[in-house]
């Protein structure tokens, strides 16, 4: 059976630092592209970062770029979202998702990241 | 940046009726669109990808259709289990993975 569960999020200051983990299980990890999407909580889903299987290429939206770092390590099979410099709007729920053609083809049950004072 | 807008905002519908939901894309995508269920406190839930393939596990009451910038995910006869929100995602442009604003399905 196929799992992603995600770990890491809490209560963090405007300006601190998480790091989310995704730790995968039931099926071959490094095969996949992954995704980070999160979701304000009651509203839409919104695309964070996307890493490809062996690791050697990453992309993020804007909102993101220069502050988040997607990374994996294939030999723990375990998907990793560095979060520096976090922000009031950065709070969210965070899935961590499996690339299937484009699509989200399984999801992980989210983290809550609050960033507040 | 492809927008993907979503209609209606809220549909009311009996258990046992016909469910149809809308998603435009601002330009074409050509088939590079999927469905997603989602319930309250779970994550998405992959329904359709290539606008009109079932994922796995995927009940048969779920059809998708469309191509280009016009799409629609049917529902045939409700469940009380389908009462979620639906949104649309559009892939392969930039950025990778487009949501639209999702559809409410809720009891009438």
């Known amino acids: 059976e196929v799992q992603l569960v995600e770990s890491g999020g809490g209560l963090v200051q405007p300006g601190g630092s998480l790091r989310l983990s995704c730790a995968a299980s039931?099926?071959?990890?490094?095969?996949?592209?992954m995704h980070w999407v999160r979701q304000v909580p009651g509203k839409g889903l919104l695309w964070v970062s996307l890493?490809?299987?062996?690791?050697?290429?990453?992309s993020y939206a804007d909102s993101v770029k220069g502050r988040f770092t997607i990374s994996r390590d294939n030999a723990k099979n375990t998907l990793y979202l560095q979060m520096n410099n976090l922000r009031a709007e950065d709070t969210a729920v965070y899935y961590c998702?499996?690339?299937?053609?484009?699509?989200?083809?399984?999801w992980g049950q989210g983290t809550l990241v609050t960033v507040s004072s | 940046e492809i927008v993907l807008t979503q209609s209606p905002a809220t549909l009311s519908v009996s258990p046992g009726e016909r469910a149809t939901l809308s998603c435009r894309a601002s330009q074409s995508v050509t088939s590079n669109l999927a469905w997603y269920q989602q319930k309250p406190g779970q994550a998405p839930r992959l329904l359709i990808y290539g606008a009109s393939t079932r994922a796995t596990g995927i009940p048969a009451r779920f059809s998708g259709s469309g191509s280009g910038t016009e799409f629609t995910l049917t529902i045939s006869s409700l469940q009380s289990e389908d009462f979620a929100v639906y949104y649309c995602q559009r892939y392969n442009t930039w950025p990778p993975m487009g949501f639209g604003p999702g559809t409410k399905v809720d009891i009438k």
């Open positions: 890493i490809n299987g062996d690791g050697s290429s990453t």
């Open positions: 039931g099926f071959t990890f490094s095969g996949y592209w």
């Open positions: 998702a499996r690339d299937y053609y484009g699509s989200g083809d399984q």
